[in-house]
């Protein structure tokens, strides 16, 4: 599975580079905190699978990246994906290296 740091992504999102950002929280979730993305609820996930996208990347991110782990995989083996990168230690990486203002308790 493909991974990425919260600063490599902080950086790929300031050079411009064409991603989406897939939050998949539930939604009292992302109301507390977020990075920006498209919020699709993993409880939702296979309702609104063509609201992926497979010809560019998708980070993948949930609180802690356990749930973006498990769904990156059934994505992956069930679906065909192979543009899914998982964001590694979820939105609380993202608060403790680069943005420890957000609030995500």
Known sequence: ????????????????????ILDIREPYEVETCGIGGTCLPMSQLIDRIAEIPKNIP????????SRSCAVI????????FSNL?????????WQAEVDPTLSCD
């Not at 493909?2 to 991603?19: H, Y």
């Not at 995989?73 to 065909?80: E, F, K, M, Q, V």
């Open 1 to 20: 599975m493909k991974e990425i740091t919260a600063k490599e992504l902080r950086a790929m999102k300031a050079s411009g580079a064409k991603i989406v």
């Open 58 to 65: 998708v980070v993948v991110h949930c609180r802690s990246g």
């Open 73 to 80: 995989d059934a994505l992956t083996t069930r679906y065909g």
């Open 85 to 93: 990168i998982n964001l590694k230690g979820g939105i609380l990486a």
